[in-house]
């Protein structure tokens, strides 16, 4: 999904440029605040990561194949402004040392890749989160469906640079990029929650946007909401294909100005042959159809079923691994490594959220300074831990 | 260079020569061999040219058809198109392959420092080099170890196994983070990071890269012209 | 009448529970004077490490205290506290972050405030003392192992610390680099605080090992004493250091 150079016009390059710069200064500005003196450290580390994650390609139909983007995962994991300032690295690393990605496009890269991705995944994820019921197999689904919307947003993205930078115009393009990228959206759906699921059974307090259940008051189990269940997933169902049945007709109805002038000059007729994707491999049309835009709509439409059909089995195979015990349960005990986690006294973390986390109630200064016995609220996470330590003289 | 090269209308071809000529001046004084450097962005350039090829079918509007086999077509513009992006694309890649090659990454963060880069941005990117290295060292050794037990090669396919390893690798880099953030405390620090002194740049440096700003700058209003 | 040496290092009923409720450590008395080098060992889980985090201030908010020199450690006095504790840790890859070497040594004075020269001449002080003088601009990945924990204990040396706590100081090293690493440490002039498993290693730099186990002091004297002490060390997770001359461990021999 990476743009090269050449691919877009002086404007666009302008333009994008300007605007993931903004965005980026915006985004390191509030992690700065957020994170204080961890950012460096926990972000160069994600990082690396993020880039090396990227390195795995999975294929996909007849010999293209995707790789994983992880701003979604950034996003829950991290919260999204920091999500942004860690793709923005990657992307920015890429582009330079790795010439993935043009110098000149890297303005538009930078906004498909970790701005686009990372806000459209996050907004997705909290939006389903707050509709969904919330046990951790819906939180999971959520994710999945937010990590693929991401991507295929992204990839929508670049074909709208194209088809404004007068490249591709905007009816194939838009099809094309997403079509592909909705398979690929597949594998980053899969990605994304398994690798969140591991996280979750043994680390969730590194999570920055956790599943509400995690809040530690009687978890649902899954096989209490049956009714329910099928409501909601109707609903989503019916959101992800209205998306892709939608995208594509929105495409063609609007045609950009080469295209009018293509029209009027009785170039039509090559419109069927202009139907071939993006892709050098157009596997994504059904055959069969003749009109392009349904077959885009309907590969569209089949593979979100498809997706449907793997994110509920996923999220039954995952609620059963944990047979219903806590999740916080799963914290591994310190002794096997001190460090985690348990550290984080020295920094300003205003920011952080803890919704729905079990341990982090923020105990009010205790009136026994002699706590010997101190629990869950006596960590020295905050800084009130550290004020009654001055009590002992 | 590669901002010129974008931002110059694919039809002045003269242009293009002259841009190629500078930047194999350079390859040249760089002491790189040529054909390393092509070699290199042999790996990437094909997808450029794939993607690229496609382009003038999808084009339409302005200049003379040309008619290919099995009916076609192709227009003038759609070829400048491809042209225009290829070049361009190319132009681009073998810059920045350049160097990439020649700078080692100290100097580029050194370097981006100087033009005043944020510094949390070069920070973070320093360290995301450095842990890379180690990543892909833990990462190898998961792999051997899968190997090991006899699993091989079909792994990608298997998400299961894509997963823990992607997760296996996100809990060690965010542990990592948190231990290089203890010992980084440990040395005092305390959220800013001690200002590095920025490489100063020689006299003849100066000038010779004022040298190639100024004639590519040239180029690009002569084109304008 | 004489004065009293303000100890090192003074921990005083230190106690800490982690978030998720493990407790780690529980009334931890300890006193380290100027010069001494003591060992602290004991099974995993023991609360080593809690310990260690605590000798610069890590981990705070625990119950009892830690006094550096006299100087409690609180939120204000954690500057001067880190100048004067100097903690190298178990993995060297995770202090060595910076792009090459010399930048990671420098780390420490530079956050100190100071100005460039000092910054250099204590950089090339600290690499000298670990020999690796020629390495300044070399890229941390291109170090072996053994040369980056040398350098790991340069980054902290150079800052000059007044105590020297090492975790594990001799993991993962061949005999050589081990040879090597205690060569230097030994001809260190600082008190120096060593958590370890390596029996031997405590044995031939330290005077004087602290058994920790389940968060507690067990045990406290002259090395020669505790790490002879065979019954002693199996009941506390730890085995006798192998050396063919000690007297057979005090277990009543059969028949």
Known sequence: MHLPDGFLDTTTVIVTGAGALAALTYAVRRTSRELGERTVPLLGVTAAFVFAAQMLNFPIAAGTSGHFLGAAFAAVVMGPWAAVVVLAVVVAVQAVGMADGGISALGANTLNMAVVAVFVGYGAHRALRAILPPTIPWYLAGVAVASWLSVVAASGAVAVELAVSGTVPLRFALPAMTSVHMVIGIGEALITTTVLATVLASRPDLV?????AVGGTTRRRAAEAPPKTWGFLAAALAVALALSVFVSPFASQAPDGLERVAED????????????????????QFPGLEDPTLATAAAGLVGTLVMFAVLLGLGQAFSGRRKGEAVTEGIAAPSLHPLGGHEHIDHRHSGHTHRGHSHSPHVPEEADPDHHHDHAHGHGRRDGAVDRQEDDS | MTLVGATTPPTELWAFALYFAILMFLVGLSRLPLRFLLTRAAAVLPFVAVVAVFLPFFHRGGGREFDLVLGVTVTEAGLVLLWNVLVKATLGILSMMLLALTTSFPELVAGLDGLRMPRVFTLIGSFMYRYSFVLLDEQRRMRRAMEA??????????VRIVGHVISSLFMRSYQRG???????????YDGTMPAASPPGIHAPEAVFLALIIGSLTAIRIGVAL | MTSVKVPAVAVEGLTYTYPDGTEALSQVDLVIEEGESVAVIGPNGAGKSTLLLHLNGILRGGGG??????????????RETRRRVGVVFQDPDDQLFLTTVFQDVAFGPANMGL????????????????????????????LSFGQKKRVATATVLSMRPDVLVLDEPSSNLDPRSRRKLVEILRDLPVTKVIVTHDLVYAYETCGRAVILDAGRVVADGPASDILTDGALLELHGLELPFRPHLPAPTRPTAG
């Open chain 3, 65 to 78: 205290r830690v006094l550096i020199f006299g100087v409690p450690i609180e939120e204000r006095t954690l």
């Open chain 2, 149 to 158: 037990r006899n699993h091989r090669g079909r792994w990608l396919w298997d």
């Open chain 1, 265 to 284: 000059q009785g170039f039509a007729g090559d419109a069927e042959e202009g139907g071939w994707s993006f892709s050098p491999i157009p596997d994504y």
């Open chain 2, 178 to 188: 948190e231990r290089v953030y203890v010992a980084m405390l440990s040395r005092g």
């Open chain 3, 115 to 142: 100005g460039e020269t000092e910054t250099a001449t204590r950089v090339h002080e600290a690499l000298e003392a670990v020999d690796m003088s020629a390495f300044g601009d070399r890229a941390a990945h291109h």
């Open chain 1, 208 to 212: 920055y946007s956790p599943p509400r």
